[in-house]
């Protein structure tokens, strides 16, 4: 089977562009996607506005051009579609990654499918597919959900969202939007400082104005069919509640890091161990990119801060031939 010089986990922006530019120097690209092209931005909300502007989206020299200054989800995936198809890259979607294994210089990269031999394995795979949990009795019920999707079968409910930070504010204001019957809950003393500028002062009027219900430095206790379990600053509470949305972050799998042999204990963060120059784990050949590197400190990179690292991945692959 062909050796080829640089295997890619993951088809989101990060591994769009490393397979641009190891495209672009000469080497041979393979990347592998368990779900669809840019599959986390396909699961994000269907309504959802990015926070940047389409230009600092851009990979690949390839302009995106959007009817507004910040783009929306579906001119996202137009673009990101768009960009694969004119560097005519080299990728499998819907093939699960299964394990990455180094044999003197060869890495073994086993999905669901196949086995392909590389020389060198990029791990671009994010932390959109792993949800913080609760860890309270009641989060496996089907009213409880990690994802937000669309605000519209909501309207009339009693809708709680859990967190304090962008996802959870903004899901809050569409939920109120459309017609929910909103409470949010801030385990802080109140709504984020780092929340978008925007969106900040709204969803803290909405609260001082009664629109959407407020409890801060609150806790859930227990989650039931139809209530939520709370411990507030005035003791244990109990209200009436139809779903949940726990929007409180995201992780890297480390189930999955851990396996391939990628050191992770490294700080309070668990990032990924790697040369901030050249991207580099523990292991020779293998490389992290994008939002995996700041491990859960996930407000750390994002695509337009995280961009330089395909560069800098593929450059030193370049070096060590």
Same mark, same amino acid.
């Given at each position: 089977?062909?050796?080829? /010089?640089?295997?890619?986990?993951?088809?989101?922006?990060?591994?769009?562009?490393?397979?641009?530019?190891?495209?672009?120097?000469?080497?041979?690209?393979?990347?592998?996607?368990?779900? !669809?092209?840019?599959?986390?931005?396909?699961?994000?909300?269907?309504?959802?506005?990015?926070?940047?502007?389409?230009?600092?989206?851009?990979?690949?020299?390839?302009?995106?051009?959007?009817?507004?200054?910040?783009?929306?989800?579906?001119?996202a995936?137009?673009?990101?579609?768009?960009?694969?198809?004119?560097? /005519?890259? &080299?990728?499998h979607?819907?093939?699960? +990654?299964? &394990?990455?294994? #180094?044999?003197?210089?060869?890495?073994?990269?086993?999905?669901?499918?196949?086995?392909?031999?590389? #020389?060198?394995?990029?791990?671009?795979?994010?932390?959109?597919?792993?949800?913080?949990?609760?860890?309270?009795? @009641?989060?496996?019920l089907?009213?409880?959900s990690?994802?937000?999707?669309?605000?519209?079968?909501?309207?009339?409910? #009693?809708?709680?969202?859990?967190?304090?930070?962008? !996802?959870?504010?903004?899901?809050?204001?569409?939920?109120?939007?459309?017609?929910?019957d909103?409470?949010?809950?801030?385990?802080?003393?109140?709504? @984020?400082?780092?929340?978008?500028?925007?969106?900040?002062?709204?969803?803290?009027?909405?609260?001082?104005?009664?629109?959407?219900?407020?409890?801060?430095?609150?806790?859930?206790?227990?989650?039931?069919?139809?209530?939520?379990?709370?411990?507030?600053?005035?003791?244990?509470?109990t209200?009436?509640?139809?779903?949940?949305?726990?929007?409180?972050?995201?992780?890297? &799998?480390? /189930?999955?890091?851990?396996?391939?042999?990628?050191?992770?204990?490294?700080?309070?963060? &668990?990032?990924?161990?790697?040369?901030?120059?050249?991207?580099?784990?523990?292991?020779?050949?293998?490389?992290?990119?994008?939002? +995996?590197?700041?491990?859960?400190?996930?407000?750390?990179?994002?695509?337009?801060?995280?961009k330089?690292?395909?560069?800098?991945?593929?450059?030193?692959?370049?070096?060590?031939?």
């Amino acid at each position: 089977m062909e050796n080829i /010089d640089v295997i890619i986990v993951g088809a989101g922006p990060m591994g769009i562009a490393t397979a641009i530019e190891a495209k672009a120097q000469g080497l041979s690209h393979l990347v592998i996607e368990k779900g !669809s092209l840019v599959n986390s931005v396909y699961h994000f909300p269907k309504s959802m506005t990015f926070f940047s502007t389409s230009d600092r989206l851009e990979i690949g020299d390839v302009p995106f051009v959007s009817i507004n200054e910040k783009p929306k989800r579906d001119e996202a995936l137009e673009y990101y579609r768009r960009v694969a198809q004119h560097w /005519d890259l &080299n990728i499998h979607t819907m093939e699960k +990654v299964l &394990n990455v294994q #180094k044999s003197e210089n060869t890495f073994n990269v086993e999905t669901e499918k196949d086995i392909y031999k590389a #020389k060198n394995v990029v791990v671009a795979t994010g932390f959109y597919d792993q949800p913080n949990l609760l860890n309270v009795p @009641g989060e496996e019920l089907p009213k409880v959900s990690h994802y937000f999707d669309d605000a519209h079968p909501y309207i009339n409910k #009693k809708v709680a969202v859990i967190g304090a930070a962008n !996802s959870a504010t903004q899901v809050a204001l569409e939920l109120y939007y459309k017609g929910a019957d909103v409470s949010i809950i801030v385990r802080e003393s109140e709504i @984020g400082e780092n929340v978008k500028y925007w969106i900040r002062p709204n969803i803290v009027n909405r609260i001082k104005a009664g629109d959407i219900k407020g409890f801060y430095n609150t806790t859930v206790k227990e989650i039931t069919e139809n209530t939520l379990v709370l411990n507030t600053p005035e003791g244990e509470k109990t209200v009436q509640n139809d779903y949940v949305f726990a929007m409180i972050g995201y992780h890297p &799998n480390y /189930d999955f890091l851990k396996k391939i042999g990628i050191n992770c204990e490294t700080d309070a963060f &668990n990032t990924p161990n790697y040369k901030e120059n050249s991207h580099m784990t523990n292991i020779e050949g293998l490389y992290v990119a994008g939002v +995996v590197c700041g491990g859960k400190n996930t407000s750390r990179y994002f695509i337009e801060n995280s961009k330089e690292h395909a560069q800098a991945v593929i450059n030193d692959i370049k070096n060590r031939k």
